[in-house]
């Protein structure tokens, strides 16, 4: 047959089966909400006040101080360099503290400036600055005040030394003191010690430990912050300290599960942000126990699965979980920080991850260690070491119950392998930097050529390949070019229709749809 | 053959024999009938293998103790060694200090589990330890609550289940001829009851069943196999024996009880129980009470025993039709979906107690006589089953039941699993010998040993919006509460009790003694529910003054609202000179209000506070509490419930098709006056096309429909899909709302007709029913080989248009008439109203939600349309519905794999909806189906659903498009 009457058949054929081009939509972007102005390239942002004379929300992230209106419209307004620490005020100023370091910003006429800075000799556990309408108890005997082993040491505003004013008295077991607080109102100084006493104690300005109304109440607190007038102590969530906490189910509380907490921050309307390792959580009023909408960007993803409708995106040793059907601003859907570790521990490195029925496999290539782990499961059961060991795994992928690793970039006879997924499980499709290949029961049936592959994934009957400057779907039978789209992706994951990718340059997790 | 190869032979056969022997590991405990315990006993558990070989060593028995909840109390794990016959034995003392269920996993460290034991699963044997029956005081007939239903060796009085059946009946006392017993001389002298046990328990008898002569249609007139009434001869039988035996019963019992309880009917429900009328079930209540009055004053008839709560319309019909007359008390099984609450049993009490008080002009005692949940021998279906029928009874004894049986006395093999027992004599399926507790067996046995002897002396309601309880009290004052919160998680709340200390019980019967704040009780609540004993009657009692008595305790009102909280403080016996305190949760920073009183012992003085509610608090209940604080203590303490509404409300989300694009349209209206603006944004959870912003804006006082366009929605048709919408005005209000949705529609085709000719239905969408929308309880679905479907809709001026394509392994329809639902066949519900929310009016509200549900079979009469439930029986009875009105064709052909291909041409006509004609496009009608596959004659069944079809709630939404 002529070839041309065979490709007219086709056509006809085309026409007839109502035949159409695959394409892959722009669905929407995760992790990211920059739609009202500037976003955030990390996960999470080092500090959140407000400002006092305007209520607004300040961010430092990345080294730059942005401020929020009333209206959402965010925007830069200080660059700060050197400037280490999280933000906080004092209900007049605003400061940026580290526990050697603390700089008070504030605005020159319309413009945010850095104001003052001192550095402290010695990095200290613990600094906390009593607000300005407090001038009793400790706040008497100086304004910042930093705890050194059991010793409180006060400096004014501007750092000068002003001595010990407390030295806290011993623990059981030594158990040391790891966070103050200054109680607005009486002065009175609060500290906090670890595990495994976990108590928050109370010290009026003699030095005598305070023990009524419910002082001191057990509970851990890694960090405080002043704002609404009160004290505000940080754990899995933030609660609102008074000077009773004898009634602790009504003392005021904000978040859930929300460890690594920074800073906290009204939004003007009863409700509350929360600076956490999550990124900035809003909880408006009605809600403080769900979050509405997260402030902050995708971070630098090393791994990216699906499976179903959850995404687990590894940014080395903290993974974090995301779903499909999320918002740009949604809440990420990991609890904590600590629970999603790689395996559950602080030195572990992912930059592979994949779906494994209900679970997710998971490369440690720090400890060359693969992990089962199932994020919906509590306790031993949530990270499960596998036999497996590899010299050098470069990728790996799980279908229809078998699994496939490239192990030194090998596989059916062929080296320097990067990237491997599977249609079936006889069906593989591999690529190295430049060239992708479908390979049937051992055998290559195709091989395409292209620039740069970062990173390849199975979507329906293609490959879906993040190329250069372009996203690109390769027919699974011949290996060609059916559709192409402007996208610098750098890890991809596919589950039935959707697709994702994660944008560095965007800081996003790009989601689009296979549309046929 | 030479010695030597004989003793071979011989040691290779016994080897042999050896070797095939199966090892088997069998248990028991040292109370083998019952394995129930009176607190205090020693239990033992012993264990034995058997089939090991000789001397073997290896192994180990390996046993857990777990509680009701899987939590581990106690391992153990000992090695087995065999003798010299292979066997092996030992005793085991397992935990047995706490009342409660212990479940011991019991299993050999070759894997092999515990045999099975008739209705009780491999791998586990059970054991309790109840109050065992000298714990229970005896209280009087009116002052009892707990039975058992069903046969009994007495092990149901180590429980406390003092109501029961007794008393022969009818078949028993004239088998052969009527008048064999009514006029006997010697009739007095019959034993009708049997030896009475020491253990005090009060009877009810049931004399429904009928002598074999009175099937006679000269006597009886039936339909369909089913009884309507008696002849005016049978009547005259029924009364006359009626007549002898209620007093001669009535007589006996009285040494027992102050009076007999005579029940006439058992679930005469058409059409598997009954064929008549509702005029022929009152005509039979009207015989029969005639009868046992002439005959004694001393007997009350009891009835009509319905089968569940879920029967309003069917007791309406029949109080309209003056059964009322003919009762004494009512008597019910009150079957209920569980968990009870959810499912709202409260609710449906009081509705069915308003019934009877309208139509009766006063309350009537009302009697459950058999209520039970089957946990299809699914261990983990057990706790389900102690949680629904510990505190379904609680709601029936606080809602005012005089008595309920808890079904049934142990497992049978014919609906398994509704046994409060596991039935461990596989010989015998009714009136075993040999049972083991469920969970229910000591959490049942714990509710009534505190609370035999009390009655209801109201609900408690405030708490919060998932916690519920009530208070009981006895004769003698004394009063305990039982408290629970049946959302699955757990709720801190203070109650006054007015004692400074209080003993605490927990659903195991277990007591605890703590200490109250100044009288207040600060309580944790779980599903669990905890009895909180002898707490002060003044406070909870019936008739109880509280010292703090508000107006209300349930205030409905709009976030943004000043509402008033008044009431009246009665100072009893103690002045009131203090302060009122009315605080709430302190994350909504509601003010704290307090007035000072001074209020001389035995005044009263009205307070009211004005409280101005925040612009953002959530949707739901919110609870307050009142303090009275005199000289720094606190004297009195009350709760109320806010119940928040949002300032705009939700009325209606509906989905329909524009353009072909799936869409949503959502009325919305402003309640507090104000122009109201804000952001609305969908999620269909799980898909990320179902998500979508909008803005909005109301004119105060006003109502909006939102148009939501979905560009490329792809979902599953036959299911439903959690939507959850999301409002946020302006003002900082906030709320979710969280519904089932689905799109689903119908096209408009008039050129179908129903004669076996798909051609017409070309172009017709096609939706496959998943395989994962499979019913499938026994585990008996082998996947798409098995059962397959799809289906199709269309509409025209007829009616609604169905064909459904099957694909069956086996076809099996051994049934005709009402039971076709039994067999391979489809069955569809239909409500003309979607999202119905009902009125005070039943009539109405039946009319014009119109729920009916309809069999389609191919039977060996032919092609068959039974409808089985229907909102008119005149217009639309129950009944086979001739083709003519409701065409239905199937095709039938052999596939080549063997399997079965049936094609269901189906067309419902508008009247069956009561819809006088086809409605507009855009209508929406309600719409829900299962694929009944069966492939033997008897046994389980499984069967493909789409939407809910027993829970007119969870049907799918059917949309009429053009």
Redesign the interface.
Known sequence: MKTTTFLLMLGIAAAVNGFAAPSLRLSGALAQNAENGTGFRTLDSAGITNDPATGNLLILNGGNLYEQGKDGSRKMVLKLLNTPGALCNDGKNVFIKSNQVVTRIGKVGNEWKKLHQFFLKKPYRYITIADAGTSAGFAAKGKIFALDGRDVHALSIDGKPLGIVLTLPELLNKCPYTTLAILPGSGDLLAASYYPDLKFYRFQADGTEFKKDGWPISGWVTGTAFAEGRIWGFHFAATGYSASVVKRNELPKVGKNDLYLTGIATDGKNGYYLNTSQGIKHYPAGSFEEAVERIGGSGNVKALALNGSQIVASLGNRLYGLKLDDAHDSPLSCQGNEPWRVGNGWSGESDGIVPDGKAFLVYDRKGKILWRFQPQVQGAERWVRQPETFRDLRDMAVRDGKKFFLDEGKFAGRNNLNRIDAFDADTVVVADKDSVSLIAKGREQWKTALKDIRDIAVIGAYTAVASGDSLLLLDRKDGKTVFQTPAKLEHLAAEGKWLIGSNPEKAAILRFKLVQ | MHRYSISALLAVLCFAAAAKAEIRLTGDTNAPETSMFPQGAKVELFYQVSGLQPNQGNLTLELNVVDEKEKSLKKFSLPVKADSEGRWSATVAPPCERLGFYRVYSRLSNGILLSKLASRKAGFLTYAVVFGEDRYKEYPMEETFFGNHGPSFGFHRMIGLRWGYKGKNWSVLEPEKPGEYARNPKADQIDLLGELPKWKEYYQTNQNPIPKWMEDPRYRITKNGKWVRFTPEGEKYYAEYLKTFAANYARQIRQNQVRALIQITWEPHFPWNFSGTAEDLVQIHRNAYQAIHAGTKDAWVIGPTAAGLNTLDWHRELFEAGLLKYVDAISIHPYFAFPPEQNGMVEKVRAFKALVRKYAGRDLDIHGNEAGFPTHELPERETLQMHGIVRSNLILLGEGFKSNMVFYSHDYWYEPGYGYTYNLNPKREFGTDKVAPKPLVPAIGAAAYFLNGHTSAGAIESLGDTAWGYAYQRRDGFTTLALWDYSGNSR?VEIPVGRAEIELGDMMGNTRKVKTDDGTLKLTLTEDPVYVIDVDPELWGRGAIRPISPDQTKISTISGRTVTISGTLHAKKVPMNGTLLLSG???W?LPQMKQEFQVKAGESAAYSFRLAL?G???EGNLPLSLKFISEGKRIAATTLLLRIKPPVAIDEILPDFRNGKKCLKIKMRELSGNETEGSL?T?????????K?MRFRIRGGGSAEILCVYD?L?VNPLKNDDLEL?V?TDS????KRKEKMNFLSAVYRPGIRIDGNLADWKGVPVWPFDPGMIRDEAKIYQGGKDLNASISFAWNESGLLFLVDVRDNVYCQPHTGWQTWDGDSLQMGFTRRVRYKETANMLQDKMNVAYSEIDFALTKNGPEVYRTVTFDSTRFPIAQISLKDAPLKVIKTQQPDGSTRLQYEISVPWKFLNMPSAPAAGSCIGWSMSVNDRDQQKGPRAWLEAFSLKKTKDFGILVLTK
């Open positions: 801190e949760d302190p994350k920073k925040p953002n608090l959530p944004e999620r269909i959870v799980g898909n990320p096309d179902g998500r912003r490329d792809e999301t946020a900082g209000f906030r709320f």
